[in-house]
């Protein structure tokens, strides 16, 4: 881990830290994800659970998806289930994976790819490894994020985009202490390759042993972190941090983490997931695999889908 990086980190654009009377947002809370299974049996953390969702908004859910080493006709994924009302954000780390929906998107995805599928309106997917990671097993890691969307884009058309891991904008730290995979959004004058109905800031920092990063950040964002491996601190007050907690940080103009000197060597870096949106503040309603506005158009949802409403699975893919 991770797929996408590179030797100098001094030979990327840097991102200055921020100016001088920058208020530092505090650490509000850090929490420990717990574990489970998803779809046919992959294992799951669940990286936003016991968080108030006033402090998510617009983010639904995470999960950590591995990281495992699986062995020959071992892998698994998903059946084929709807979507409506948000958007699911897939960046895998390492392995591969195939996607495909009833509206004609999909692909595969290799280390470093992310896939980015607005369900909108609603679609059938379904997310399985490939035939030959069946077959030869290896390693799998990654994750899957939610992003709600507001009510005026609930019932919008699907869409579908392939980011290729030589898309992300690779950037470092003002020291060079830090390598930052901007995924989607802005962050210091510099964009990301995703497109997003909801306005949000994707990142994923490796810091390496005993570096500390100091990031300018939207005031109108909210703020949170998930660590992937290894151990450091969050916040100028550097609150402790380890693989599978969580980071909520409170208002401020910047954000701050910190990589102990010493780790594992299975992870000799920290690696995290940064996420910043603006908050959409409407009334949200989440059942499975649909997210509206009121119960009313959760059960339109469900009625829609058992009509057959949402799509249906292409010829040749049951």
């Given amino acids: 881990m991770p797929a996408i990086t590179v030797e100098n980190p001094l030979a990327l654009p840097r991102v200055p830290a921020p100016g001088e009377g920058t208020r530092p947002r505090p650490v509000l809370a850090v929490t420990t994800a717990p574990s489970g299974f998803e779809g046919e049996g992959f294992p799951v953390r669940r990286a936003f659970a016991g968080i108030d969702y006033r402090h998510l908004d617009p983010f639904i859910m995470m999960d950590q998806m591995g990281e495992v080493e ?43 790819d992310t896939q980015w599928m607005t ?50 904008r690779l950037l470092s730290s003002a020291d060079g202490g830090a390598l930052l995979r901007l995924i989607a ?31 300018p950040w939207r005031e109108d964002f909210n703020g949170l972190a998930y660590v992937l491996a290894g151990r450091g601190t969050a916040g100028a007050e550097r609150r402790p941090i380890e693989l599978g907690q969580a980071v909520v940080f409170g208002a401020g103009g910047s954000v701050t983490l910190g990589a102990d000197r010493s780790q ?44 057959g409403r949402l799509g249906r699975v292409p010829a040749g893919h049951l």
């Fill in 119 to 168: 369900a909108g309106s609603g679609l059938l997917h379904i997310e399985t490894p490939p035939e030959e990671l069946v077959v030869s097993g290896g390693l799998f890691h990654g994750v899957q994020l939610w992003v709600n969307l507001p009510a005026k884009h609930k019932m919008t058309s699907p869409r579908y985009q392939d980011i290729g891991g030589g898309r992300v």
């Fill in 264 to 307: 594992d060597s299975h992870t000799p870096r920290l690696e995290v997931i940064l996420l910043g949106g603006r908050p959409i503040r409407e009334p949200m309603a989440h059942y499975g695999p649909f997210v509206m506005n009121s119960h009313a158009e959760l059960v339109q949802a469900f009625e829609d889908f058992k009509a």
């Fill in 185 to 215: 959004g802005d962050l210091a004058g510099h964009s990301g390759p995703g497109v997003t109905h909801t306005p949000i800031t994707m990142i994923h920092a490796t810091v390496g042993p005993g570096a500390e990063v100091t990031l």
């Fill in 70 to 112: 699986y062995e020959a006709g071992e892998p698994k994924g998903t059946p084929w289930h709807p979507h409506r009302g948000f958007e699911t954000v897939t960046y895998l780390i390492d392995g591969s994976f195939v996607h495909r929906d009833s509206a004609g998107g999909g692909g595969v995805i290799n280390d470093g």
